[in-house]
């Protein structure tokens, strides 16, 4: 090899290695372990990104079929929407990729987090039982991971990722709505006020199961008015709301409100992010176009009254359901859960919304914790 000959390869040689680690930092930084604060999600179809196609349950919890996930994925992905769904879009927020159901087959590390959220789970193992995985089996499903991670990536970094990791639950619409529609012995058996305490306490024990394996940072949002949902409007027969539904929902943000003061103060290092749903989807039902939608109270997908009375989507042997053009007008998808729009705003005032909409602390700050002034 001439000596020119040498020169331009070592210069070639170089520039390849220049790239190599330049390509390899800036993989580092993307993707670095310790950069990263993982999503851990929990909870019911709100949340639920296919989980449910896993199981083996009834079409009622499952939405693996059109019309479901037209408007983004063009296919159906098992979420109840016609695009993302909450968790999607936080994922997005803090730079992470879309979030595994942990039942999807396939090998995942769940660095990032894992979505155990189920469609029709409550926090109380009654509910919907034998065919949804309820809120403590989800735990189970956690702790699972957290020894996964623990014997891949070693003690420490496990115990980082579980320690920033935000944690986030969609949990109680079931509990809540299913003795409507099925004969429920434990909520006949019960004040409506023991049978929120019952709710309440089953999600304080898996919070502070998480928090005994190091979990610190939870968003867990008061409930919208689901006596709104227009599968009650319908129920209903007036259209008008639930009264007695919106009534137990209230008493469950009040008994939740308290309960998350309590493990403030309870438990070591606990922070939290508590959306006001109820007041931000009745002021969009009150007034759609002030937010850009057009109607709050029938849904995109479904039939009957408000198109609340049976499901939408062709596998639960309605043959006959009627699909709005534009999901992105409706507040509601189907008869009880949000189009991609109306998720997304909702995603927004999770993740930023002021102090008198999220607080103490909104979910931005719990992923880069930037400490408010006010907290308590
Ligand atoms: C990623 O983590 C490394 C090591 O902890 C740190 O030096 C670096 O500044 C971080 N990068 C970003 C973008 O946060
Ligand atoms: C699924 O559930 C049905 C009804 O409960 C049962 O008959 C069937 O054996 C189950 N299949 C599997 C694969 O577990
Ligand atoms: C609930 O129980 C009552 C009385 O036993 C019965 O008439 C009714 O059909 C049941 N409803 C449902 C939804 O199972
Ligand atoms: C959890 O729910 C069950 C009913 O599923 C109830 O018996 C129990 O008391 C609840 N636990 C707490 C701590 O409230
Ligand atoms: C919350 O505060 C923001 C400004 O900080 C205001 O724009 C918004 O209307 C308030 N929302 C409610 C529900 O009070």
Same mark, same amino acid.
């Given at each position: 090899m001439s000596h020119r000959n040498m020169s331009v390869s070592i210069h070639f040689l170089t520039i390849l290695v220049a790239l190599f680690i330049a390509r390899a930092s800036c993989r580092a930084l993307l993707w670095h372990p310790e950069n990263r604060t993982a999503l851990f999600v929990f909870g019911d179809s709100l949340f639920d990104p296919g989980n449910?196609?896993?199981?083996?349950?009834?079409? =009622?919890? =499952? #939405?693996?079929?059109?019309?479901?996930?037209?408007? @983004?994925?063009?296919?159906?992905?098992?979420? @109840?929407?016609?695009?993302?769904?909450?968790?999607? @879009?936080? #994922? %997005?927020y803090a730079g992470l990729p879309l979030i595994p159901p942990y039942l999807q087959p396939g090998k995942y590390e769940f660095m990032g987090g894992a979505n155990f959220a189920s469609a029709g789970a409550g926090a109380l193992a009654e509910t919907h039982s034998g065919f949804v995985v309820d809120l403590k089996s989800q735990l189970r499903q956690f702790e699972k991971i957290e020894k996964q991670l623990k014997k891949n990536f070693g003690d %420490?970094?496990?115990?980082?990722?579980?320690? %920033?990791?935000?944690y986030m639950f969609s949990i109680g619409g079931n509990d809540y709505g299913s003795p409507f529609f099925t004969n429920s012995t434990l909520f006949q058996s019960h004040s409506h006020e023991q049978y929120v305490a019952m709710v309440i306490g089953n999600l304080t024990s898996v919070i502070s199961?998480?928090?005994?394996?190091?979990?610190?940072? @939870?968003?867990?949002?008061s409930l919208g008015p689901l006596g709104c949902h227009p599968v009650m409007r319908a129920l209903e027969g007036t259209g008008a709301c639930s009264k007695e539904l919106n009534e137990l929902v209230k008493l469950h943000n009040g008994a939740l409100a308290k309960a998350l003061q309590k493990l403030g103060a309870k438990l070591d290092g606990f922070k939290y992010s508590n959306c006001d749903l109820f007041s931000v989807v009745m002021e969009l039902i009150d007034n759609p176009p002030k937010y850009g939608f057009k109607e709050g109270k029938?849904?995109?997908?479904?039939?009957? +009254?408000?198109r609340g009375r049976t499901s939408c989507g062709g596998r639960r042997g309605e043959t006959e359901y009627k699909l709005c053009p534009n999901p992105s007008e409706h507040i509601y998808f189907d008869s009880s859960h949000p189009p991609e729009k109306a998720n997304q705003y909702y995603a927004?005032?999770?993740?930023?919304?002021?102090?008198?909409?999220?607080? +103490?602390?909104?979910? %931005?700050?719990?992923?880069?914790?930037?400490?408010? =002034?006010?907290?308590?």
């Open positions: 449910n196609n896993f199981l083996n349950t009834t079409s =009622q919890y =499952q #939405a693996n079929f059109y019309p479901y996930g037209e408007t @983004f994925f063009k296919h159906p992905t098992g979420r @109840f929407s016609d695009g993302r769904i909450i968790p999607d @879009f936080i #994922a %997005e %420490e970094l496990a115990a980082k990722t579980i320690s %920033e990791a935000v199961g998480i928090h005994s394996k190091g979990g610190r940072k @939870f968003g867990v949002n029938e849904a995109c997908c479904g039939s009957g +009254p408000y927004e005032l999770m993740w930023s919304g002021s102090i008198n909409v999220t607080g +103490p602390y909104n979910l %931005e700050e719990l992923f880069k914790p930037i400490h408010r =002034q006010t907290k308590n």
